[in-house]
């Protein structure tokens, strides 16, 4: 059963970088289109980047501001997300997820179990 792990969440200080890492474990079946969410409790889960499987498309969310860029290594089965200018209002927790298609829908398909990122000012 395919698994998506994420790793690499952690406390900073505003104005820090972070990566965030999304490890696919045990069998896929044909391309994986993924994308990063994230979640404040009592809020919606929010969209913050996709990449296709070809990495030829990638797509932010509007609070994004360039300070975000996913991307992946298809042979290492993970996809990143490297986070800088870390602001208080990033604090989260970041869901790795893998998508359907189309992709302007971004809708998750199978979802991490989640890991927390800490923006301190």
């Known amino acids: 059963q395919m698994r998506l792990i994420e790793s690499g969440g952690g406390s900073v200080q505003a104005g820090d970088s972070l990566r965030l890492v999304c490890t696919i474990s045990?069998?896929?079946?044909?391309?994986?289109?993924m994308a990063w969410f994230r979640q404040v409790p009592g809020k919606k889960r929010e969209f913050v980047a996709l990449?296709?499987?070809?990495?030829?498309?990638?797509d932010y969310g509007p609070f994004v501001n360039g300070r975000f860029t996913i991307s992946r290594d298809n042979t290492k089965k993970m996809v990143f997300l490297q986070m800088s200018d870390l602001r208080p209002e990033d604090t989260a927790v970041y869901y790795c997820?893998?998508?359907?298609?189309?992709?302007?829908?971004?809708?998750?398909?199978?979802w991490g179990q989640g890991i927390q990122v800490t923006v301190s000012s």
């Open positions: 997820a893998t998508l359907r298609r189309p992709l302007m829908d971004r809708e998750a398909d199978e």
């Open positions: 045990g069998p896929t079946y044909g391309p994986l289109d």
């Open positions: 990449i296709n499987w070809v990495a030829s498309r990638t």
